[in-house]
């Protein structure tokens, strides 16, 4: 079953905002921490932003934490990544799960939300 479905990318001029979503079926990010990655063309997909459960604690990788913030509503099992300052090399795929660094219960990977900067 679907149980994590990615939205909000697009294509986007470099220098522009955009706003990802994540949406978790059910309960689906209860009591976990959970984390968007990044998978550039041709790359690993990389962590890039993680949001603790309290939603107060983050991390977001040192390439990015000028520029990317992540947020999350526990009620609506939904967690954001907003982006700023884009730039060609933010384009890609982008993917949220539960964040593999805080459990080995993470999730089957969603389609992800595509982005793409254009220069």
């Known amino acids: 079953q679907v149980q994590v479905v990615e939205s909000g990318g697009g294509l986007v001029q470099v220098g522009g905002p955009l706003r990802l979503s994540c949406s978790g079926s059910?309960?689906?990010?209860?009591?976990?921490?959970v984390a968007w990655f990044h998978r550039g063309p041709g790359k690993e997909r990389e962590l890039v932003a993680a949001?603790?459960?309290?939603?107060?604690?983050?991390y977001i990788l040192n390439a990015v934490k000028d520029r990317f913030t992540i947020a999350r509503d526990n009620d609506k099992n939904m967690v954001w990544l907003q982006m700023t300052a884009l730039k060609p090399e933010d384009t890609g795929v982008y993917y949220c799960?539960?964040?593999?660094?805080?459990?080995?219960?993470?999730?089957?990977w969603g389609q992800g939300t595509r982005v793409t900067v254009s220069s």
């Open positions: 799960n539960r964040d593999p660094r805080r459990t080995t219960a993470t999730l089957d």
């Open positions: 059910g309960n689906t990010f209860a009591g976990y921490a």
């Open positions: 949001v603790a459960w309290n939603g107060i604690t983050t």
